[in-house]
């Protein structure tokens, strides 16, 4: 008889709320599939039904704001994607694709120029000569949630960029940007058959080293936030090889191994049995249908669905974030991920143990003193680390957290700070970048030179000059080089003087 995981686990109210999720489930696959079929006109409609019912209950909540600000927040909501988003603020991105050794197709982003350098295509995939940082994006998101904000001032990449750095930001197997192998279709099962294993495994290495080649640099800085830091730790980790190419990591709103949700219905299901996600969801990417309700939902009826959702689950008010931005980056916030992915986290929750995926889902019946999942070796990681979290993040225990991390890390608290307000703060201009510039001006690999602006009154062309401390080496190799071409020299002349013939 099938071994049911669930049974002296659960109480009755959980038995009726996993019944109740299941008929949620089942209606809103059925409003799926009415909803593919219905022509947009019809799509449309109900949109501003939903607008129309949205003023009557509570129009309260949109923010008033000048006619520029509610344009850009517009264009940045509406831009299709990420070379759309950077061009509301001038900057012109580089997609460069990794295949990785398991061939996934992953399309990552590239930053190399400040702004409005658009004409450096003999540059282009190639070396800038800049220290080289690398982005990467949380769990159901991709590398828009990095340039969605309504302030240049806050957008991390382009600060980056216009302090000299060569920008990239990556992308997770099977998001937006990264959604095709070479042999399996994503409409199949096999594709989606990845987790946290495989990030660390593949994707994080395999694109560290894409960029160390293009870039032809030594070393990269690398930054994540929430899930991007979680992929980084074990990839350390587990490649002692990542940290002589890694010179520095910075961890935003790091995640590890979370003490679980807010909600203690889900958080007892889940912990229970995470394969009962599995149960929910399937076997493909989660929560694909999020497109469908953005798109019939009037922005701001979205917004608050998501804000009803974040505080239900993690008990985030997300009072740091304007309703500006959220209107603007809530858009773009949803990328696809594998149901797998979560299961791995809902594990991680459950044995409060950072470790890998657990293939033996009824191993939660057996004792741990037979079997063990394996765990991420992450105090073995020798790159210097930087933690930026809030001081009201509720996935993250900062004291947990050190006890796995080594003795070289630094944690930094931003008070009053949720999980997201690390990415999308009104003030993370103020708290959390210029921490983030200050561990990159410690660390990151020199510059093999800097650019500046020397706005000449004819055209405005941006020039590229060598450093001055470039130019004092170069100096000190030049003379070097002369004062070994003259000992030679003289070494020949008392040579050929000699009266000494040697004979081999």
Known sequence: MARIPVVGRLFFREYTSLLLGLALICLEAFIRIVTIA??????????????????????????????????????????????????????????????TRDDFMLGIHRLPNRKGEKGHASRKGRSVGKPVVYLHHGLLMNSEVWVCLTDEERTLPFVLAERGYDVWLGNNRGNKYSKKH?????????????????FCLY????????????????TLSYIGFS???????????????????????????????????????????????????????????????????????????????????LSWLFNWNCFNITQAQKLAAY???????????????????????????????????????????????????????????????????????????????????????????????????KVVIPEVLAALDKFSEMPTGNLYSDTDSANGIQIYQPSKKLETIRTRQKDAQAHKERKRSRDADQAARSDKVISY
């Open 331 to 429: 858009a773009h916030l949803y990328s696809f991920a594998s149901v797998k992915s979560v299961v791995h986290w809902f594990q991680i929750m459950r044995n409060a143990k950072f470790l890998m995926y657990d293939d033996d889902v009824s191993g939660v019946l057996y004792s741990r003193n037979f079997y063990h999942p394996a765990k991420f070796p992450t105090r073995n990681i020798s790159t210097p680390i930087l933690l930026l979290y809030g001081s009201h993040d509720s996935l993250v225990d900062i004291q947990d957290m050190l006890s796995e991390l080594p003795d070289h890390t630094v944690a930094k608290c931003i008070p009053k700070y949720e999980h997201i307000d690390i990415l999308w703060g009104k003030d993370v201009h």
């Open 182 to 198: 070479t042999t399996h279709k994503p409409s199949s099962a096999k594709f989606w058959d990845f987790s946290l294993d495989d």
């Open 203 to 218: 994707d994080i290495p395999d694109t560290i080293q894409y960029v160390l080649n293009t870039t032809h640099a030594k």
């Open 38 to 99: 219905l022509p947009p006109p019809v799509l449309m409609w109900f949109h501003d039904r939903s607008r129309r019912l949205f003023y009557i209950l509570d129009s309260s909540s949109i923010p008033r704001m000048p006619k520029a600000e509610r344009t850009r927040v517009e264009k940045i909501r509406t831009a299709a994607d990420f070379e759309a988003l950077c061009a509301i603020y001038g900057y012109y991105p580089e997609e460069h694709i990794v295949q």
């Open 227 to 309: 899930q991007g830091t979680a992929q980084a730790f074990a990839a350390l980790g587990v490649h002692p090889y990542l940290n002589r190419k890694v010179n520095l990591f910075v961890a935003l709103a790091p995640a590890m191994s979370p003490k679980g949700l807010a909600a203690p219905i889900v958080d007892a299901l889940m912990k229970a049995s995470p394969a009962l996600v599995f149960l929910f969801f399937g076997r493909k990417s989660i929560l694909s249908s999020t497109a469908m309700w953005q798109s019939i939902l009037y922005p701001p009826i979205f917004v608050a669905v998501l804000d009803k959702s």
